[in-house]
């Protein structure tokens, strides 16, 4: 039950022995309903609420079981249209030639469409007193999730429908460890390897909540954690499968609170990436203060941007900010000047940095009214006070996400199936064309044999000019992230930045810190997205070189191509693919449309390209690589240096200096410029990892594909019968995407 007695008994003005005579209890038993109220009779409630105040209407009203958020099934009809085509391409009878590009074999596509065969996810993150649990529980209709008033969720849990959970999946809680990818929830293999433990909800309650040593209950967790199994006290994550109507329109991750932990905030800012649909939860009172302010940025720019592909989706409509513990002792009147002040702090400490990046993103303005339209209340127990965050998830789950994926998935497939005509007719008139010239055939062939030791020579000479390249800009990008911060972060500029934004002591001491924080942060990030599209450019120099040392020579009287095309942007892409991140070649992999996607969303980086909406331009991906550095990084320094100036006062006129040279001496004693840098390094690590990858890949399959061609050349009797098996082969894979049963918009 969400109700904080301690507070309400607080306002009150009555003490424990007090409230305990009123009720007919003991002090004793008091105090325990008060740490825990969830263990307390329904009929004690309802005396100790009299008791301290609250009115009989809010008693009859507001303690009424809410009922589950019920939206229906918005994707039944999508849902069977993507099990009739499943069906299809099950039925691909006939060997699939292995030179075909991956992304255009049938088992490919299959594995493209069960990924767009999916519901949104809904992420709940805030700090770790913020009521997320409550509100996850409330949603779903039923007490699932581990709640209290005292941090409580420990680890992430992700919640899907009971029917989704697989036949060899014998619970409906399982506990993994924390390598496990949420988006392989189905595949078995996958979910063995890093399978902990399974059993039911009481599971839940023993790993998933924080293990509190300080209470009987907690130590008993913690024992049964260390002894009760070979994995216990490691880091994990819990699938639960649930009975609930809200997940049928999508599913659902509770996230475990934040604070300045670095291991609270690292679990929770790993879980909350990449989100489709962002709840976050604050407070009512003390309701959008520094600390989320320090919070949301990271957050808000991995968010998804749906309604950069989809000109229907509302501005910002993924997003929500839930005032929690909203209780009846607020007034009405108080809680809307709550929001609207919650939403015009927001807005004017990120309008310069997160939403200025997303209004470029998107296209649309977005201003403190589109921002105020995002922030809803929640208290369980009033339906008046949870109906507009209930009205606007409802529209999310029910309109705006239902049209977003059946656009993406018609548009995805169609995509394809326009691809794949040309894709294979080049291939099918490359052959033809070899038949037809084999002289000339082989002669291309000797050539680039002969050529070969000169070619690896110059591949090699271009791939040091790109690894130095790589080290100089680490090196320029380093320099300038000091000099950003040198730029931002020193007593003169400190103190112009808070006399031209916060005319106010205690919202300068409040706020301060975490705008600073992100003005460092966006002018690095800047600097590392421009360095992504310089290099984007040579990689693809580089891989044009390939293609020139593979492509056609033409000769008098030939038309059409007379080599066997090779496609060096998929050769080099397939190094990156089972990389847990790709650094500044994010950038390079947007400008590949569907083939970027592919790349992009195995890093988490935009589930949308699931749904075949590809990033071009490269600026979603560009703001999404770089997103990290405002992640944990951004957070820590802001909640540390807060907690660092919390206790200590502002007095007399020079305050704004007095405070720039506080935060300047926080920042340093910090070492907030040295974490800075340590980012840029693993930023441009991550990169030169992903590049010798790609290259190496690239090398193993320009080697694959020249030794095709020689086993296609060595004999011309041979010769003609392979080509003919080959076009065939290829007419035969067309045919069948041709014939995918797909037609328009549902």
């Known amino acids: ?51 301290v105040g609250v009115s009989q209407v809010l008693l009859t009203n507001d303690l009424a ?24 391409l099950d039925h691909a009878s006939f060997d699939v030639r292995d030179d075909i590009d991956r992304q255009f074999t049938p088992k490919s596509f299959r594995n493209e469409v069960l990924r767009m065969n999916r519901k949104p996810t809904i992420t709940l993150t805030g700090r770790f007193d913020s009521g997320k649990s409550r509100l996850a529980n409330t949603l779903l209709g039923q007490n699932i999730l581990p709640e209290r008033y005292t941090p409580h969720t420990f680890v992430p849990i992700f919640v899907r429908h009971i029917c989704d959970r697989p036949e060899w999946v014998p619970d409906t809680v399982m506990i993994l460890d924390e390598e496990f990818d949420f988006d392989r929830w189905d595949d078995e293999e996958h979910v063995r390897a890093h399978k902990i433990t399974d059993g039911n909800y009481q599971t839940l309650h023993v790993w998933g909540v924080r293990p509190e040593e300080k209470s009987l209950k907690g130590r008993a967790i913690a024992i049964r954690r260390k002894s009760g199994e070979a994995h216990a006290g490691q880091e994990c994550v819990a699938l639960v499968f649930a009975e609930s109507p809200l997940l049928k329109a999508c599913n659902l991750i509770d996230t475990p609170g934040f604070s300045s932990d670095e291991r609270d905030l690292r679990v929770a800012d790993s879980a909350a990436r990449g989100s489709e649909i962002l709840i976050y939860t604050s407070m009512a009172k003390g309701f959008i203060d520094g600390t989320d302010v320090a919070r949301l940025p990271g957050l808000i720019r991995s968010l998804q941007a749906p309604e950069f592909v989809d000109p229907a989706f509302p501005t910002l409509g993924n997003f929500l900010v839930v005032a929690t513990h909203a209780d009846p002792f607020i007034k009405d009147d108080d809680l ?87 894709y294979f007719n080049e291939r099918i008139n490359a052959y033809q064309t070899t038949i037809e010239n084999l002289d000339q055939a082989r002669a291309n062939l000797n050539a680039i044999k002969d050529n070969e030791p000169e070619f690896h020579a110059r591949m090699a000479s271009k791939r040091e000019e790109i690894r130095s390249f790589m080290r100089d800009a680490e090196s320029r990008n380093r320099q300038a992230a000091r000099d950003v911060y040198q730029r931002h972060v020193n007593e003169k500029a400190v103190v112009e930045f808070i006399r031209g934004n916060y005319p ?72 990156l693919v089972g990389l847990a991140g790709v650094g500044a070649l994010a950038v ?21 390209a699931a749904m075949g909406i590809s990033i071009s331009g ?24 807060l907690l660092a100036l919390g206790v200590w006062a502002l007095f007399g006129p020079s305050w704004e200096t007095r405070l720039a ?75 069948f995407f041709e014939n995918i049963p797909w037609k328009g918009d549902m």
């Open 65 to 88: 079981v809410a009922p589950p958020l019920d939206v229906g099934d918005p994707y039944v009809d999508l849902r069977q249209r993507i099990n009739l085509l499943l069906a299809y």
């Open 661 to 735: 040279r506080k935060i300047v001496e926080t920042f340093e004693g910090k070492k907030v410029a040295a974490q800075f840098d340590t980012v840029v390094q693993q930023y441009w690590e991550q990169t030169r990892e992903s590049f010798e990858k790609g290259c190496d890949n690239l090398a193993k399959e320009f080697g694959s594909h020249k030794a095709r061609l020689e086993d296609l050349l060595v004999d011309e009797a041979l010769t003609v019968e392979k080509a003919y098996a080959a076009i065939e082969s290829f007419r035969r894979v067309r045919e």
């Open 618 to 641: 490269g600026a979603a991906a560009a703001s999404a690589a770089v997103a990290a550095i405002g992640g944990p990084i951004t957070i820590a320094i802001g909640l540390g240096t």
């Open 504 to 575: 106010e002591k205690k919202d300068a001491k409040e706020y301060a810190v975490s705008k600073l924080a992100e003005r460092v942060n966006s002018g690095i990030s800047t600097i590392l997205e421009n360095s992504g599209r310089q290099l984007s450019a040579k990689i693809t120099e580089y891989l044009g070189e390939y293609r020139n040392t593979a492509a056609p020579i033409k000769g008098e009287g030939i038309s059409g191509n007379l080599d066997i095309p090779f496609n060096a942007e998929g050769a080099f892409a397939g190094g």
């Open 1 to 51: 039950m969400s109700l904080d007695l301690k507070n309400l008994r607080s306002k009150s003005r009555l003490s424990q022995s007090e409230v305990a005579r009123r009720i007919g209890a003991t002090q004793s038993q008091v105090s325990r309903w008060e740490d825990n109220p969830d263990d307390m009779p329904y009929s004690s409630l309802r005396k100790y609420l009299a008791a």
């Open 336 to 422: 809307s000047d709550i929001l609207r002040k919650g939403a015009s702090r927001l807005y004017k400490e990120l309008k310069e940095t997160v939403f200025e990046e997303r209004s470029r993103l998107t296209g649309r303005d977005i201003n403190e009214d589109v921002l105020l339209a995002r922030f809803a209340s929640f208290w369980a127990e009033s339906i008046e006070r949870r109906s507009t965050l209930e009205r606007i998830l409802a529209g999310q789950l029910r309109d705006d996400f239902p049209h977003m994926f059946k656009r993406g998935v018609s548009f995805k497939i169609e995509n394809f199936k326009s691809s794949s005509r040309p």
């Open 588 to 608: 390079w992999a947007a400008s590949l449309g569907n083939l970027g996607a592919y790349i992009l969303v195995a890093k988490g980086v935009s589930v949308l």
